[in-house]
């Protein structure tokens, strides 16, 4: 079994729609990410969390917002999605030694 | 801020040795790693050096980390159709958050 999982894999909006994307953890650990990728752009830190009191915006937090529910959830959610919004979304976590990241498999997202 | 640069891509035969190059620019970053990315799925780690280290080698993956030219390479022995993917260099800062910046990705094709 994945120890990162996403749902959904795909979505397919409209503007202005509010949804949300899950992700959830088996590993153990504290720290949890969400990233988006575009091409080109590599990936770009939307949110990260350090333990469940614990949330920070990344470098792209503007449109987006998180919630972490437990140790193993984080999910972010697009309050009114726009177009630019269209990418490869990824949560990811990491251990605290060595700051590696485990990512889950993606959802991408289409705002039309 | 921290940047970390590659080339978008590299062409080999199989058989061939691949090399794919990264320049990073935060002098005080911990560990550098080297993530690969199959179509469809998140980036996996492959391998990571701790910056006081010159080399790695891990089975057909050689690391090769220059601090003094903040240049990180990683070299795939006797490269397979397998091998082809898109492959992307980050670095962990030292302390704090412990950011993580990705580079944009090189994609490799082996050419059967």
């Known amino acids: 079994d994945a120890d990162v999982t996403q749902t959904p894999r795909n979505r397919i909006t409209k503007t202005g729609k509010r949804i949300m994307l899950e992700c959830s953890q088996t590993k153990g650990h504290d720290r949890m990410y969400w990233y988006r990728q575009d091409p080109g752009l590599g990936l770009r830190l939307i949110y990260y969390s350090f333990d469940v009191k614990d949330i920070n915006k990344g470098e792209i937090s503007d449109g987006y917002s998180v919630s972490r529910q437990a140790q193993a959830k984080f999910s972010l959610s697009l309050e009114s999605a726009i177009p630019n919004q269209t990418a490869l979304y990824f949560c990811?976590?990491?251990?605290?030694?060595?700051?590696?990241?485990?990512f889950g498999p993606g959802t991408r997202l289409t705002v039309l | 801020g921290e940047d970390v640069e590659q080339s978008l891509f590299l062409s080999v035969r199989e058989g061939d040795s691949s090399v794919i190059n990264c320049t990073y620019t935060?002098?005080?970053?911990?560990?550098l790693y080297w993530y690969k990315q199959e179509p469809g799925a998140g980036l996996q780690l492959l391998t990571y050096i701790f910056s006081n280290m010159d080399m790695k080698q891990d089975q057909r993956l050689t690391v090769l980390l220059n601090k003094k030219d903040k240049h990180l390479s990683l070299r795939i022995a006797d490269t397979q159709t397998g091998d082809s993917a898109i492959y992307f260099c980050a670095e962990s800062e030292d302390g704090g958050y412990q950011k993580v910046t990705f580079g944009t990705g090189t994609k490799l094709q082996v050419i059967p």
């Open positions: 990811a976590t990491s251990d605290q030694l060595t700051n590696t990241q485990y």
């Open positions: 935060d002098s005080s970053s911990t560990y």
